[in-house]
């Protein structure tokens, strides 16, 4: 059974900093695309960060660049979201995806539509 499992979600101030842990199970996080998204309240899910595998190319969304970090420990099947310089735009619920199946555009890593893998989230609020 595929499971992700994200942690390291928590409240920090403006200005803070937060790292994200997205850890698989049942998969190999190395094999596929993988990414965060997130969702704020009464908001569609939008990409934050994406590893596109056939190349290795990092993808971030425009607001987060040069604050966000994305990376992957493929010994500990893990994926991470360094996130610095945080402000309260970017609270929300995080999600880390995979995208495992093969029917799946595997040409493009921010488009929550070519996921079938998620994990539950984790809540990051940062207060002003």
């Known amino acids: 059974e595929v499971q992700l499992a994200e942690s390291g979600g928590g409240s920090v101030p403006d200005g803070g900093s937060l790292t994200l842990s997205c850890t698989a199970s049942?998969?190999?996080?190395?094999?596929?695309?993988i990414g965060w998204f997130r969702q704020a309240p009464g908001k569609e899910r939008e990409g934050v960060s994406c590893?596109?595998?056939?190349?290795?190319?990092?993808y971030y969304e425009d607001s987060v660049k040069g604050r966000f970090a994305i990376s992957s420990d493929n010994a500990k099947n893990t994926l991470y979201l360094q996130m610095n310089n945080l402000n309260p735009l970017d609270t929300a619920v995080y999600y880390c995806?995979?995208?495992?199946?093969?029917?799946?555009?595997?040409?493009?890593?921010?488009?929550?539509?070519?996921?079938?893998?998620w994990g539950q989230g984790t809540q990051v609020t940062v207060s002003s």
């Open positions: 049942g998969v190999t996080l190395d094999d596929y695309n």
């Open positions: 590893i596109r595998r056939s190349d290795g190319r990092k």
């Open positions: 995806a995979a995208s495992t199946d093969s029917g799946l555009d595997q040409s493009v890593c921010w488009d929550p539509d070519e996921y079938d893998r």
